[in-house]
């Protein structure tokens, strides 16, 4: 049996307003990597934070499309998970940002702060307990 590498890449969800969620996804600090139309209409997207190696990629499907579902708003998807070194630092920026913090979990084993996207899809940054 050949052994085969693998390497988890990009996370893909579907967003009902393509421009919408380009335009958090920027202002969060992702940057456009690669973009796309499918054969059968839809668009992608693919975002990495400068230097990063994990890629986001969004998927746009008309209500024409054939893969097109609706939405329920961030009830299809759970969350993404992101290791930041300050947490404390992070949520200032999401703050000044004007981004939404939808929860802050300061546990004895536990640091994290999430924002949700247009969608309702919540983001999980997670780092170093403080001492």
């Known amino acids: 049996m050949t052994r085969v590498k693998v390497e988890f890449v990009y996370s893909g969800f579907r967003v009902r307003d393509l421009s919408r969620s380009l335009r958090f996804y920027r202002k969060l600090g992702f940057q456009v990597h690669f973009r796309g139309v499918m054969g059968h209409g ?3 997207v693919h975002l990495k934070f400068p ?6 990629e969004l998927n746009y499907y008309p209500r024409s499309n ?7 708003k961030g009830t299809e998807f759970d969350h993404l998970g ?21 929860a802050r979990i300061r546990e004895p ?6 924002t949700r ?3 309702g899809n919540w ?4 780092g170093p307990v403080p001492k």
């Open 42 to 44: 839809g668009k992608w």
């Open 51 to 56: 230097g990063a190696a994990q890629r986001i």
């Open 66 to 72: 054939r893969f097109y579902t609706p939405i329920r």
């Open 82 to 102: 992101f290791r930041v070194s300050n947490v404390e630092a992070w949520e200032l920026e999401l703050r000044h940002r004007k981004l939404p913090v939808v």
């Open 109 to 114: 084993h536990e640091n994290l702060v999430y």
């Open 117 to 119: 996207d247009p969608d």
């Open 123 to 126: 983001l999980e940054f997670f």
